[in-house]
């Protein structure tokens, strides 16, 4: 498995690169020990960055959740500019031309590089978990929690099995629909 996930890794090569990079910020912010400072080594860190083990639970929380909406509002505009052309409107060449749309295919990508590239390593997700969900913690913080922490346990995992590129491309067909039934609903259309 871990061969499909360095080649889903080198695939999204940008979005890799960059949530490694967001990783990196937001542990030199909470002044957490990186480890190992590559950010693409052909292994399971590929795309994120090595640190020691993080015992508190803000900082463990900061470092799983602010890369991850970093690249999911940079992922969500270029994915919207891409899908939105390819898919919607159709502007698979440029007009009057059979030159392909570069542009449009690259806002794509890019979106989809991104996506597949959000979640936290599995080790940080697990870290998190039990961080929160111990004997310690408040009841109203587990309430809280539950659902962003849902959702980056179950992305580490499908990241960690490379699926989430998958998920990313089926987003990218879903994303028109979506948001022309949000804008019929608003009465925007």
Same mark, same amino acid.
């Given at each position: 498995?871990?061969?499909?996930?360095?080649?889903?890794?080198?695939? #999204?090569?940008?979005? #890799?690169?960059?949530?490694?990079?967001? =990783?990196?910020?937001?542990?030199?912010?909470? =002044?957490?020990?990186?480890?190992?400072?590559?950010?693409? %080594?052909?292994?399971?860190?590929?795309?994120?960055? =090595?640190?020691?083990?993080?015992?508190?639970? $803000?900082?463990?929380? +900061?470092?799983?959740?602010? %890369?991850?909406?970093?690249?999911?509002?940079?992922?969500?505009?270029?994915?919207?500019? +891409?899908?939105?052309?390819?898919? &919607?409107?159709? =502007?698979? &060449?440029?007009?009057?031309?059979?030159? %392909?749309? &570069?542009?449009?295919? !690259?806002?794509?990508?890019?979106?989809?590089? &991104?996506?597949?590239?959000?979640? $936290?390593?599995?080790?940080?997700?697990?870290?998190?978990?039990?961080?929160?969900?111990?004997?310690?913690?408040?009841?109203?913080?587990?309430?809280?929690? /539950?659902?962003?922490?849902?959702?980056?346990?179950?992305?580490?995992?499908?990241?960690?099995?490379?699926? #989430?590129?998958?998920?990313?491309?089926?987003?990218?067909?879903?994303? $028109?629909?979506?948001?022309?039934?949000?804008? #019929? /609903?608003?009465?925007? !259309?």
């Amino acid at each position: 498995m871990r061969i499909l996930y360095v080649i889903v890794k080198y695939l #999204t090569v940008v979005g #890799t690169f960059s949530k490694a990079f967001f =990783e990196h910020l937001s542990c030199r912010i909470y =002044e957490v020990i990186i480890e190992d400072g590559r950010y693409l %080594p052909p292994t399971e860190m590929c795309g994120h960055v =090595e640190h020691e083990i993080i015992k508190k639970r $803000p900082v463990c929380f +900061g470092v799983c959740f602010f %890369p991850f909406m970093f690249s999911l509002i940079i992922g969500l505009v270029f994915l919207s500019a +891409g899908s939105m052309n390819v898919y &919607f409107l159709g =502007e698979f &060449f440029v007009k009057d031309t059979h030159i %392909p749309n &570069f542009l449009n295919y !690259v806002f794509l990508w890019l979106g989809i590089s &991104f996506l597949t590239n959000l979640f $936290p390593s599995l080790e940080d997700a697990i870290a998190l978990k039990e961080l929160i969900y111990n004997k310690e913690t408040n009841i109203f913080v587990k309430i809280i929690a /539950a659902p962003i922490f849902a959702v980056l346990y179950c992305g580490a995992y499908l990241e960690h099995y490379g699926v #989430t590129l998958l998920t990313s491309i089926a987003f990218s067909l879903a994303l $028109p629909s979506i948001y022309s039934a949000l804008f #019929t /609903a608003l009465h925007l !259309v």
